[in-house]
T-cell receptor
Framework: QQPVQSPQAVILREGEDAVINCSSS?????VHWYRQKHGEAPVFLMI?????EQKGHEKISASFNEKKQQSSLYLTASQLSYSGTYFC???????????FGAGTRLFVKA | ETGVTQSPTHLIKTRGQQVTLRCSSQ?????VSWYQQALGQGPQFIFQ???????GRGNFPPRFSGLQFPNYSSELNVNALELDDSALYLC?????????????FGPGTRLTVL
């Protein structure tokens, strides 16, 4: 079942923060985050595993609440280069496939 | 280390035709997953190949089929094309099978069915 992402879209000014949420009705083992710019392939940001630690990547970090089957992606002090569509992908224990959400469109303006 | 490559970049076909899309996995990766991405949507899982065997598939009809070769490159074949098959087709390679693995996507093949 496809994870639900919120919000569907967000507009920021450069330097502002944003949070993108991803939730599933199924028990999760992994959550993947990707960013896709228009006309390009999705680019891997980070993966969070059940029982693992919160991950960080410069000003982009994420958390995984196993009990609530939710993950959040935190974008701090946003830059113009952060614009794009962010997808979460979820995986189950013993599973092989990643199921992606519909995406959150982020636009950062100067 | 070369990344994931796909060919062709763009393709235009007519309804009822057949198409073959190709993907070269990243060096050292033995798993390739194929996705269909409609405009404005997230990638939809088609199937995965692990060491030349289909490892599982999503909710796609049998006219979507694939292959993986000994060098772990892969093909996606679609028979009897329908208008709704128009989409961006992405392949992603990973070190091995399992939902805990990072996936690295290729640039995609844009298929248009007229």
């Amino acid at each position: 079942q496809q994870p639900v992402q919120s919000p569907q879209a967000v507009i920021l000014r450069e330097g502002e923060d944003a949070v993108i949420n991803c939730s599933s009705s199924k028990a999760l083992y992994s959550v993947h985050w990707y960013r896709q710019k228009h006309g390009e392939a999705p680019v891997f940001l980070m993966i969070l595993l059940k029982g693992g630690e919160q991950k960080g990547h410069e000003k982009i970090s994420a958390s995984f609440n196993e009990k609530k089957q939710q993950s959040s992606l935190y974008l701090t002090a946003s830059q113009l280069s952060y614009s794009g569509t962010y997808f979460c992908g979820t995986g189950r224990a013993g599973g092989f496939k990643t199921i992606f959400g519909a995406g959150t469109r982020l636009f950062v303006k100067a | 280390e070369t990344g994931v490559t796909q060919s062709p970049t763009h393709l235009i076909k007519t309804r009822g035709q057949q198409v073959t899309l190709r993907c070269s996995s990243q060096s050292g990766h033995n798993t390739v997953s194929w996705y269909q991405q409609a405009l404005g949507q997230g990638p939809q899982f088609i199937f995965q190949y692990y060491r030349e065997e289909e490892n599982g598939r999503g909710n796609f009809p049998p006219r979507f089929s694939g292959l993986q070769f000994p060098n772990y490159s892969s093909e996606l074949n679609v028979n009897a094309l329908e208008l709704d098959d128009s989409a961006l087709y992405l392949c992603a390679s990973s070190l091995t099978s399992g939902a805990y693995n990072e996936q690295f996507f290729g640039p995609g093949t844009r298929l248009t069915v007229l």
